[in-house]
């Protein structure tokens, strides 16, 4: 009974693991077979939960509240005033699309905090994480 208990302990620690390494360092939106599928599969998958700390995208969203971001989207659903999270370096952020810049290969975007529309980033697709909806 003893060693039952130790190996369904060890599944879920293992299980927690991956979700854990899943959700923060898989890109499930850029996975096809992730956006193109049912919503039983895509919905869990394409979820990012983020707690708002400060007030920097205040007053569009409040601080200490959570939003939930999609991870599965379009490079044709960021526009301007979109509100994304983003990598910059090894950093992960919020904020607001200002500007698009598109070319035949490449979309980029200027995006700064809400609070802050001075801090700009530059942004490319592949460092959008999530798109708040």
Known sequence: ???IVQTIIFL???VV???VIWVRYIPAGKIDFVRN???IIKKPLCLDVVWIF???MAPRLNRNSFVVLDKCFDPEDLGAYSIIRFKDNKDIHLGVIRNVFE???VSSYQVS???TPGVVYDVSYDEV???YR
């Open 1 to 3: 009974m003893k060693k």
């Open 12 to 14: 879920l620690a293992i």
């Open 17 to 19: 693991l991956a979700v």
């Open 37 to 39: 599928n049912l919503d």
């Open 54 to 56: 400060d007030d920097d």
């Open 103 to 105: 070319s035949e290969k």
């Open 113 to 115: 905090p809400e609070a």
């Open 129 to 131: 994480v999530s798109l």
